[in-house]
């Protein structure tokens, strides 16, 4: 089992920056890749970043929702992964989520272990 908890959301103004960190404990040597997600009220969850976690190679939507803005890390001393987030805008508000998974391929579904989820509104 692998547990992952998310931490950094918050309220920021349009414009401004937040960076989330996810921490990893437990068989972490089973990992494959972490990633981001993110739901939004009344919308689909929707697939942030990804890195792999041996090789660090990165994943991004194809879509241009983040590109550019968010950036996806990793320290492997804290078994931590980061989403760096700048120039935000009203529609990155929603929960962000953390999660975990043991096979490829990292930019899609399914992930094995998920964590409860942190908060980011962006204010207008």
């Known amino acids: 089992q692998v547990q992952v908890v998310e931490s950094g959301g918050g309220l920021v103004q349009a414009g401004g920056s937040l960076r989330l960190s996810c921490a990893a404990s437990?068989?972490?040597?089973?990992?494959?890749?972490m990633g981001w997600f993110r739901q939004a009220p009344g919308k689909e969850r929707e697939f942030v970043a990804a890195?792999?976690?041996?090789?660090?190679?990165?994943?991004?939507p194809d879509s241009d929702s983040v590109k550019g803005r968010f950036t996806i890390s990793r320290e492997w001393a804290r078994n931590t992964v980061y989403l760096q987030m700048t120039s935000l805008k009203p529609e990155d508000t929603a929960v962000y989520y953390c999660?975990?998974?043991?096979?490829?391929?990292?930019?899609?579904?399914?992930?094995?272990?998920w964590g409860q989820g942190t908060q980011v509104t962006v204010s207008s």
């Open positions: 999660a975990a998974k043991k096979f490829p391929p990292a930019q899609a579904a399914p992930y094995d272990y």
């Open positions: 437990g068989r972490t040597f089973n990992m494959y890749a």
């Open positions: 890195i792999t976690w041996t090789d660090g190679r990165l994943y991004y």
